[in-house]
């Protein structure tokens, strides 16, 4: 549980918390892959669009693609969100 609070809460390297607890940086991995399968350490991602990876995954998968990317966007304002993902995508 220590090991887990400084990397995901106070986000130090894993070699600064085995510095600090005086320990080998691949005790630290090990513990933090425990810390997950054992549920002390759940991701929850939290955003707007997050359908769309599931899609853009289904679709490389299908058409065997490198990369995928689906756009939500209002139908008047099309343009401007495909040049925004294009930008990103740059």
């Known amino acids: 549980t220590k090991v887990a609070w400084y990397y995901y809460k106070d986000q130090l390297t894993q070699q600064e918390i085995a510095s600090l607890l005086h320990i080998s940086r691949n005790k630290v991995v090990r513990l933090l892959d425990k810390a997950r399968s054992e549920g002390i350490v759940t991701f929850h991602v939290k955003g707007t669009g ?4 599931s899609i ?3 679709l490389m ?3 065997h693609l490198k990369d995928a990317f689906i756009i939500p966007t209002p139908v008047n304002n099309y343009h ?5 993902a294009a930008a990103q995508y740059l």
């Open 50 to 53: 997050l359908h769309c990876l």
């Open 56 to 58: 853009e995954r289904d």
């Open 61 to 63: 998968k299908k058409f």
């Open 80 to 84: 401007a969100s495909l040049g925004k």
